[in-house]
């Protein structure tokens, strides 16, 4: 499983596309507002992956950019 470092503030995530929404982070599908494929929870900082066809790699992009950025880590 990963998640966010527990040092790393939620709001670094804005640079990443990330939007909040009450209690939820979320990465929106490319130019679909309404597709959640990442999301992390605010409390625990797990991300969390949903959908299975990715046609423009917005997962595989944002895991990227996370784990470039030095902001997740593995948990078991």
Same mark, same amino acid.
């Given at each position: 499983m990963l998640k966010i470092k /527990? /040092?790393?503030d939620l709001k670094e995530?804005?640079?990443y596309g990330f939007?909040?929404?009450k209690d939820?982070?979320?990465k929106p599908?490319?130019?679909e507002w309404s597709v959640i494929e990442v999301s992390v929870d605010p409390n625990t900082k797990i991300?969390?992956?949903a959908g299975i066809n /990715?046609? #423009?790699h917005t997962v595989e992009d944002?895991? #990227?950019d996370l784990i470039k950025a030095d902001l997740v880590e593995k948990i078991k």
């Open positions: /527990d /040092d790393i995530l804005e640079k939007k909040y929404h939820l982070i979320y599908k490319y130019k991300i969390k992956i /990715d046609l #423009f944002t895991l #990227f």
